[in-house]
């Protein structure tokens, strides 16, 4: 399961991500997954992810509209970055709060997030898409993860994290005329910032429930009554 240890990153092979990252078949979880821009910029959102083991594929369903969907039917390529709840945050709504920085990976030369815990680069194998997602299957072709010890668990950022996903998808349904679930994501979002703000405290983490709220009550503002 180890491997060699690189500038602070212990490099194993990728068909190991079950075993070295403690992935669950089935299960959903929130990472950051890391593409190229057309002009070349790194692009970086929160998404969704299943692992599934036959053979070891990364499932990832991106809004059919959103820049990530862009970048993948273009260049059939990124990163699924294991990352804490502030960048998951940052990653989905770019607010400016928490820095991210952005290296290339070793093997597609992708963009990777440098404040990762874990990195595996992928390439796409089948992309299906619905008028609302873009159902995903890719193949890991790399796999560095940093031996550190877990963080503790903090409900905030947890709730923070997943008001965050929430709120991304307001403005694309928006975009859709889908105005109903877009009222029923920002009442979700309300409510799920509010219990993060009373458990947030100060740092970071509340300057992150801060423009989180901004960013709800700007989105409720565009939406006529």
Not at 164 to 193: C, H, I, K, Q, T
Request: aromatic share 6%; hydrophobic share 45%.
């Amino acid at each position: 399961m180890g491997g060699l240890s690189v500038s602070g990153w212990v490099i194993a092979h990728p068909s190991n991500i079950f075993d070295v990252l403690g992935f669950e078949e089935g299960v959903h979880y929130e990472v950051v997954v890391t593409t190229f821009n057309e002009n070349g910029s790194p692009h970086a959102a929160a998404m969704g992810c299943r692992v599934v083991s036959r053979p070891p594929s990364f499932l990832l369903k991106p809004h059919v509209e959103s820049q990530t969907a862009r970048n993948i039917l273009r260049t059939r390529r990124g990163a699924v970055n294991i990352a804490s709840p502030e960048y998951i945050v940052e990653a989905a709504l770019d607010l400016s709060v928490v820095p991210m920085s952005f290296s290339l990976g070793e093997v597609l030369g992708v963009p990777v997030l440098c404040e990762a815990s874990a990195v595996s680069e992928f390439l796409v194998d089948e992309v299906v898409s619905d008028d609302v997602w873009l159902q995903v299957r890719a193949s890991p072709q790399s796999l560095k993860y940093r031996p550190a010890p877990a963080r503790p668990y903090s409900r905030s950022a947890a709730l923070l994290m997943e008001a965050a996903v929430r709120l991304s998808r307001v403005e694309p349904f928006l975009g859709m005329n889908r105005r109903d679930e877009a009222l029923r994501l920002l009442s979700e979002v309300r409510a799920l910032v509010e219990d993060s703000a009373r458990l947030a405290g100060g740092g970071r983490l509340g300057q992150l429930v801060g423009a989180v709220r901004e960013r709800l009550y700007s989105l409720e503002r565009k939406i006529p009554p």
